[in-house]
């Protein structure tokens, strides 16, 4: 009878770890969902942030563009 109460126990501690090491996967697996969403968010905004850049840099080149058009005139208006 010792042996089957010796088995018991054991079978028992092996029951609380395997019970222990699903709660540990279960977190793992929900920090890497709030990781990969973290990463998606993060990604969106540097996309934002490339596109709002390009804007910037079309606005930056048309202005340059005309002020260069309105010297060229101002220019020729001198001559």
């Known amino acids: ?3 089957v109460d010796r088995n018991a ?32 968010r ?5 996309d934002r942030n490339a596109k709002a850049t390009d804007r910037t840099t079309k606005a930056t ?6 002020e260069d058009n309105m010297l060229y005139r101002s220019m020729i208006a001198l001559d």
């Open 61 to 66: 080149d048309r202005t340059v563009k005309a």
């Open 1 to 3: 009878m010792k042996a």
């Open 9 to 40: 126990k054991v079978m028992d501690r092996t029951a609380k770890e395997v019970d222990r090491n699903a709660k540990a996967t279960d977190r793992t697996t929900k920090a890497v969902d709030r990781n990969a969403k973290a990463t998606d």
């Open 42 to 46: 993060t990604t969106k905004a540097v």
